[in-house]
């Protein structure tokens, strides 16, 4: 194969919870191949949270994210939406979804059985009244105590809020009359060191007694609990899986294929392939 004109590398920013395999799919595609034009091409992956990309895309782009990216996978359809919002459609040239992940919530087993049916709606009362779980049969729980981690959670903050906002806003009125109900839940979160994932799971999972543990449920997507109960020595005795009924929450990982003077032709094509 002849590579006269080098070698194009093209650059992919991914979500964290989907970085690892994205990285198995570029090794792949880097094996196998062919020129694009008379330039061999090259796929790096770097994985970024959302909110830095999308800071890097609309002003200066981070030198620690690698290159500037020919494709974005974040978790979620919002944050391709955000990025038009701020620099027009014409930056996204295409956008499908590659996976998809239901949000859920990692609850403790005994808070399962007392949520039964609940929906999206009725998170925010039972995260502010200090005493919901109380007559929900868990005497000393307390509140929800729901964290809703803004990284490294795969947008399942961004994605619950929209829930919630449409579910609580009265009928026949758009979901941004639902908006109050998103502050009650947010500002009702536990006070933890830092707004992470991993410190969330690590105080849900982390107390010998759930009804003191500082958190009673963690908002992520089903595939980050599968991932992390996987780790637990106890799964099945420590932590359980709560879908809200109502309105769907899903990560659905889009391809943001990005169209930039940053690239080249090659990369473009590169990185569509």
Do not use: M
């Not at 200090?130 to 964290?147: E, H, M, V």
């Amino acid at each position: 194969e002849q590579c006269l004109g080098g070698t194009a590398t093209v650059a992919v920013v991914a979500d964290p919870s989907i970085a690892d395999a994205v990285n198995s799919f570029a090794e792949n595609y880097n094996a196998d191949a062919t020129p694009v034009g008379d330039k061999c091409v090259k796929v790096t992956v770097k994985q970024g949270d959302s909110a830095e990309v999308l800071r890097g895309l609309t002003t200066t782009w981070p030198a620690e994210l690698g290159g500037q990216p020919a494709l974005w996978l974040p978790a979620s359809s919002i944050q391709s939406a955000r990025l038009q919002s701020a620099l027009g459609n014409q930056v996204v040239s295409d956008a499908r979804s590659l996976v998809t992940s239901p949000v859920v919530l990692a609850v403790r087993p005994q808070l399962k059985n007392a949520l039964a049916q609940d929906g999206w709606a009725a998170l925010p009362g039972l995260q502010s009244d200090p005493a919901s779980l109380d007559t929900r049969n868990l005497p000393g729980w307390g509140s929800l105590r729901l964290a809703l981690p803004a990284v490294g959670a795969g947008d399942a903050a961004y994605l619950a809020a929209e829930a919630v906002a449409t579910t609580s806003a009265p009928p026949n009125t758009p979901p941004t009359a639902g908006l109050g109900a998103v502050s009650t839940l947010l500002s009702g979160q536990p006070q933890l060191p830092d707004n992470t994932a991993e410190t969330a799971w690590d105080a849900l999972v982390g107390s010998g007694d759930p009804a003191a543990a500082p958190v009673h449920a963690v908002l992520l997507t089903e595939q980050q609990l599968f991932s992390r109960a996987a780790a637990l020595a106890n799964a099945r005795d420590t932590v359980a899986e709560w879908a809200p009924s109502g309105a769907s929450a899903v990560a659905d990982y889009p391809t943001v294929l990005l169209s930039g003077t940053w690239l080249s032709d090659e990369q473009i094509t590169a990185a569509s392939e």
